[in-house]
Nanobody, 115 residues
Framework: QVQLVESGGGLVQAGGYLRVSCGAS????????MSWYRQTPGKERELVAL????????SYSDSAKGRFTISRDNAKNTVYLQMNSLKPEDTAMYYC????????WGQGTQVTVSS
């Protein structure tokens, strides 16, 4: 059973930083592309960042480029999203996802950026 558990969200002031984490289980973690999405009430989930199984390749949304960094620790079955220079528009529920595998969205972790 694929399971993803997000953590590390919280309240931060604009310009600050935060790192959210996602612990994974139920599959061979290192073989799969992992990603981070975020969602604001009333909007569709938005892809924020993506990382290949080895961690050697990454991709970011335009809004995340230059500010966010996705990384993973395959020994710990964990993917991270380091968010720097946070803006109020980054406020959202953040979710991780395993690409190419049936899964159920986790509970997400709330990130709130105050102005």
């Amino acid at each position: 059973q694929v399971q993803l558990v997000e953590s590390g969200g919280g309240l931060v002031q604009a310009g600050g930083y935060l790192r959210v984490s996602c612990g994974a289980s139920g599959f061979i973690f290192r073989e799969y592309v992992m990603s981070w999405y975020r969602q604001t009430p009333g909007k569709e989930r938005e892809l924020v960042a993506l990382i290949t199984g080895s961690g050697g390749g990454t991709s970011y949304s335009d809004s995340a480029k230059g500010r966010f960094t996705i990384s993973r620790d395959n020994a710990k079955n964990t993917v991270y999203l380091q968010m720097n220079s946070l803006k109020p528009e980054d406020t959202a529920m953040y979710y991780c996802k395993v690409e190419g595998l049936l899964f159920q969205w986790g509970q997400g972790t709330q990130v709130t950026v105050s102005s």
